[in-house]
């Protein structure tokens, strides 16, 4: 079982940054790719960014490619999204999820389904 603790979020002008954490919980957090999703108002939960277990490989979507970095420090349990020059459309609830693949260090995951965990989320608010 791993439990998953967002924080970081809050409202910040447009051009800004921000830098959310996840805290994991469990003995086994390197086993695990994690993947930052987010939710707007009304809107689907979207993809936004992942890494692999090693921290080897990321992944971004196009939306954010340039202006996030997802990282993860093993020895912390914990992964983190540095956001800059935030825009109004990246206002959002932020997830962070976890799935379990540990014989595969390299592979990133893009689909919700297939992370095992998620947290509560922490908001983003971008004002124009």
């Known amino acids: 079982q791993v439990q998953l603790v967002e924080s970081g979020g809050g409202l910040v002008q447009a051009g800004g940054s921000l830098r959310l954490s996840c805290a994991a919980s469990?003995?086994?957090?390197?086993?695990?790719?994690m993947g930052w999703f987010r939710q707007a108002p009304g809107k689907e939960r979207e993809f936004v960014a992942a890494i692999s277990w090693s921290g080897g490989s990321t992944y971004y979507a196009d939306s954010v490619k340039g202006r996030f970095t997802i990282s993860r420090d093993n020895a912390k349990n914990t992964v983190y999204l540095q956001m800059n020059s935030l825009k109004p459309e990246d206002t959002a609830v932020y997830y962070c999820a976890a799935g379990y693949l540990p014989t595969l260090p390299a592979v990133v995951v893009t689909t919700p389904l297939r992370y095992d965990y998620w947290g509560q989320g922490t908001r983003v608010t971008v004002s124009s």
């Open positions: 469990g003995r086994t957090f390197s086993s695990y790719a």
